[in-house]
Every structure is written in structure tokens, then in C-alpha cells.
DNA sequence: GCTTTCGGATTAGTTTATCTAATCCGTGGG
DNA sequence: CCCACGGATTAGATAAACTAATCCGAAAGC
């Protein structure tokens, strides 16, 4: 490796003195004054010990030396520029990627993209599937739609919609197990959870159904997975309508009771502060907001 | 054109700590602190807005788009270590360029060199032939052996050859114009002069032949040119031993007169002051002392 | 569980490279 | 002769680059 260069700046100031044939054009171009670039080009004709321009009173020439090093620099310094205004422009692309959970895209986002990229066709949405909130400093995710309580730091999130929970099956498994008309029957009942067994335990506690046990039945860990198991009447599921409501109007699954447990959770869009003026986020987040409505 | 750089140090502590994985190899490599390097990258990531490593207690690795960068940054650099080395060595390379009339060079210097070619093999030698003291600043001469005072501002000089001056012309034209005796028959005949008319006024003062007016004839501007006007039988021309001896020699010259007049100006090889530590002008100065020794 | 080690981040200065304003210098043009 | 042009130089001023010391968050070792 063993690399060893003068200092990068005067290669600058020479590469532009160089291309321009004009100490002051370069100064111009470069923001800095004709001294400047004087001093820089002497220094690195000093560290180079040989002359890089014929200097006449009026004129500048670049001697052989000079112009072999001109062709040299110039194409590293446009390779740079090419690399970081690449990287610039990837930042600056109007294009997102959000992440959010495979049921949450299925059930509820996919249906309303079309709004969105209807009124913003300039704007990309590219998708990355995980019910876990992003790591925005080692991924690149822009945004991330995820339920949880909203604090988290370095975040700026928006609560979307809150979700109501009430426990449905499927015709079949009812059929097969006689209909549902207490509470108590779910202690003899299998139960299906998403994440954790949080919302059967409250929707329990609320209904006063102390006595079943809430911790039993699969843990699916994915609310699709979570639905087409209901549907294939594998148990009860503790389903929200945001993500449900569909397969009830298809009479795939049935609802079993009115009463509803309503999280103090909520889905939320979420994305780093530091990218809280990024135009593409805020459109994105603004429609989202308009079109969400805070629904149940 | 309008290139936009973030500071190039950045990029260059980006690369080395990328190319590494590491911030303290890199502050190694670089000669600098691990605190430097750390600036630096932190500094380069605000510039683009966008993690280039993902940091680890006890490691570090690239995000993507670091990665990226660190491929075509790595490239850029090698490009600059190379026309730069490149310049260095053909600085550093074991060559001289010299300058010397063509007289100079055909009757004094090409009979000797080959035993300087002999003894330093590794020394290449490349010629341009001028009476005119080169301009160190803007030609690529190394040396210049020319004739003069010695007193060159910026060069170090070393008189190399004292010359003799005397008149001589062609057996022709001693046939034609008969026995020149006296110097005072310079009055009625052509005279030849190299560079100006000053060696003739010399000359003839020093014989006391002050009516001869010295200021008539050609001036060849070169001393070959010159000799083979004499010889040609266009006049009589002042000539020194170093440069009209093998003629002299040979017969195709006729020296007239055993007076000599001895410039206080000599040849000088000399060469810029800055200079004088490059290996190569310091072997062909020190051989070409002892060779020429202060000759007549 | 506690201590040590590792390696990057941060803080508060210090140093040095970079830059500036002003002036000089050597033409060339009017 | 004076003015214009454009690079060079001088003497500071400024800002970037750097440093020593310490902090922080693990991971490893005892």
C-alpha cells in the first residue's frame, strides 16, 4: 500500500489552475482567491520539484510534466465527484422505503397505495417486511409502520390507528365445537396470539372472564399467519378490525362477541429526526395521516 | 464542469479507515490520532447525510453505501499515488539533460563522453544544443554548459574551460590573399566572428593594431558555423585551441599569428542551486572537473 | 459479578494548513 | 507614460485539522 501523496488540496487548486490556464479562473471557480491558488500550486511544485507551468506575464502554459499530471487528476477528481454525487443523489432520490409488518402491508396499506402514488408518481415506495421496528442507523429504511407506544428515541412517530381487539374463528371451527355463547368457553378452547399473549389476557381481564387462562395456544408471530390459521380453524384468534375486516365480510372468519379491547398501543409511522425535512417523508407521512384518520 | 468535493481529507481518512476496518489502523497509517480519523468520518457522514460504517464495541463494518464508496475512492487514490509517483520517479530517475552549444558539444564534449557513459553506465544522458544559458525555470535542462562570467543568480557554476583566442583561416585563402605577416592586414580583410564582434577588438588591441576596425565581417552566431566558414576560405576567424585544434591538426586551418588573447570569461557547467544534491548532476559535475581540468 | 480490554466518540484546546488583503513585478497595449 | 492584466510575495487572520484526555458500550477474562 505504502501510498504517498501531497497534500490533496493543492492537487486541487492545480488541477483547476490547469484545466482553466488561469491561476484567477481557478480561484474563481474553487471560491478562493488567486493567492490561494499561488501558494498552492507553488507548494505542490515544490513537493514535486520540477515546474508544472510556463508562467508568462499575460499567459499560462502548462509545461510537459504539468500536463501529463492535468490528465491524470482530472479524471480522479471527476471519479470522486461521480462516487459522491452518486451517493447524494441516492440520498436525495425521491424514493422511500418503508417497513412494516406482512399483514399491516396486506390488509391495510396495499389496498390505498394507489391513492398515494397516484398523487405522487414521482415518489418510489419500495417495501421491507418485519413487524420489528427498523435500526434507522444500519439499515435504509426511511420510514418504519410499526405498533408500539410511539416513544422511541431519536424517532418522530405519528400514531396512525389504534387497535380494537375481539376474539373470531371460523364457521367451520364453530361447527365443529358448538357456538361460542360465553367468555368461559374459551378455557376449553384453543387460542391463536400474534406477538405475545398481551391481547387475549386484557380482552379477558375485560370481559371479566378471570378464570381462562390466556397463555395457552400458539404464538403465530405474524398476523397473516395469525388470520389463515383462524380460517383454517386451527383455534380463536384475538384479531383487530384494521387488519380483519375483510375476511369478516367474506364470512371466512366469524366474530364472536361485541366487546372490544382497545390497545393503548397504536400502529405508528416513525422515522429519525434527522430526517424529519427529507420532502418525500413529509408527503408521505402527511397523506398517511390524512388517510388514516386515527380509524379504529 | 462545477465539481462539489467534501473536504478531501475526509475522504482520505474514509478510505484508509474503510480499507482497514478500523479507525486506529488507519490514524497509523495516516500518522495521525484515532480522534483525527473519527473527526473526519464523522464529518464526511454529515456531508452525505447517510452511516458509512455500522460501529460495533469491538468492530466495524461497512453499510452499503460505505462500501460502495470505499471501492471507488480506493480506486481514485491509487490513481493519484501513481501520476505522482510517476512524476517523482522521472524526477528521480538517473538521466541528465544538458545543454551546450553544438560546437561545444561536437568538438569538445563527444570525443570524452563515452568514458562517462563507461564509468556511470546507470546515468543516461540527453542533449540540447543552445550557446544560450538555459532557463532552468521553464525547460527541463539539467545542465548547462555555456560561456560566460560565471556569475548566474540561483546557479552554481564551475569554469570549466579558459579559452584562447587567435585568427586563422584556410591554406586556400592564404593563396589567395598571400602571406599575412602584419595585423595590420586584418584592415583589408574579411573577418568571421561566432557571437559578437568582442574576441577581434581583444585581439587586435592586444597586438596594438588599433587602426584595424574590428567591427566588420559576419557574425555566424555559432562556432561551428564559423569554423567552416574559415575553412570554406570566406575569411579569417577567431578561433580557440579547444574548439579549432583538430582542424588545426588536420590542416584544413592554418593558425596565423602565436598571440593568443585570453578571455577572462570561460565555459561553465552550472545548473540551479536547488539542485545540487541530485546524485547524478553531482557525478558528471565532479567527472567532468577532472577531465577537463582547466584546460587551454 | 467484577475488572480489564478494546475501539470508537466526545470534549476542550492547540497547532498548522489554508486563506486573505495588499502590494509587487513584468510585461503588453493604448 | 499610464493603465491593465495576471501571477508572486508578504504578513497576518482564520478555519480546518489535529491532539490528549476521557467517556461509553460492550466483550472477554478471572
Redesign the pocket.
Known sequence: MARRLP?L??MK?FEAASRRL???LAAEELH?????I??????LEEYLQTPLFV?Y??K?ELTEPGEELMHKLSKCFDEMDAAISGLLQEHNRQSLKLRMGSAFAAKWMSPRLPEFSQQYPEIDLSFNYSQVIADFDTTDVDICITFGNGEWPGLEAYPIIHLDFFPVCSPAFLHRHGEITSPHQFADLPLLHDLDYYTWTQWLLQVGADGVNPRRGSILDDSNVLMQAAIDGQGVAMCSTALVSDHLAAGHLVRLFDETFVSRWAYHLAYPSKNANNPSIIAFRDWLLTHANLEI
Chains 1, 2 share one sequence.
Open positions: 497534500p488540496n493543492s487548486a488561469s491561476f484567477t478562493v482567491t488567486q493567492a490561494a499561488s501558494h498552492q500550486v507553488k507548494s508562467r506575464p499575460r499560462l
